[in-house]
T-cell receptor
């Protein structure tokens, strides 16, 4: 399998639930990212990891908690979310932290009820 | 702050050429990208251009960069129904990991 794989593709959760999004990249890249895509808004960068070290936490609420156990895997742990958190969450990777294009997964469509 | 702007919609007939335009504000932009997003999918990298280039061609795709006007365009020759998607322009500056994305242009190809 190649590229960037995200699971699950769809997730519906209540505001009191705890769930996790998973991302795996098979490209041998060193950097991984979480983006949020909401309707009619530009992509929002949430978190950036380089060689498993977090380098960016873009003012994201603490109800979103990232984890990067190794350079191939990235998780986004979710708890006590709000309805406005409903969006498409995209994982991406790049060869290096700068000067290389992003490669995206197909995203997880999250609905918070 | 930096900004990337695109028109929201473009409609073309199958077989015609499509031209999707993008303007950006960051004069230190080094790399400029075009991504395609089909329904239910993530963003697929189509092509990118380094800021010291004026043009890049890749099969049906031609990217033109006017650095003076901070204007980037993507031309799709012989547009097909499978090209219907949202196209995002993005820019980044050398040495940073912050990509600035436009809000996307929805291309509709009419049969």
């Amino acid at each position: 399998e190649t590229g960037v794989t995200q699971t699950p593709r769809h997730l519906v959760m209540g505001m009191t639930n705890k769930k996790s999004l998973k991302c795996e990249q098979h490209l041998g890249h060193n950097a991984m990212y979480w983006y949020k895509q909401s309707a009619k808004k530009p992509l929002e960068l949430m978190f950036v990891y380089s060689l498993e070290e977090r380098v960016e936490n873009n003012s994201v609420p603490s109800r979103f908690s990232p984890e990067c156990p190794n350079s191939s895997h990235l998780f986004l742990h979710l708890h006590t979310l709000q309805p406005e958190d409903s969006a498409l969450y995209l994982c991406a990777s790049s060869q290096d932290l700068a000067n290389s294009p992003l490669h995206f997964g197909n995203g997880t469509r999250l609905t918070v009820t | 702050g930096e900004d990337v702007e695109q028109s929201l919609f473009l409609s073309v007939r199958e077989g015609d050429s499509s031209v999707i335009n993008c303007t950006y504000t960051d004069s230190s932009s080094t790399y400029l990208y075009w991504y395609k997003q089909e329904p239910g999918a993530g963003l697929q990298l189509l092509t990118y251009i380094f800021s010291n280039m004026d043009m890049k061609q890749d099969q049906r795709l031609t990217v033109l960069l006017n650095k003076k006007d901070k204007h980037l365009s993507l031309r799709i020759a012989d547009t097909q129904t499978g090209d219907s998607a949202i196209y995002f322009c993005a820019e980044t500056t050398s040495g940073t990991y912050k990509y600035i994305f436009g809000t996307g242009t929805r291309l509709k190809v009419l049969a």
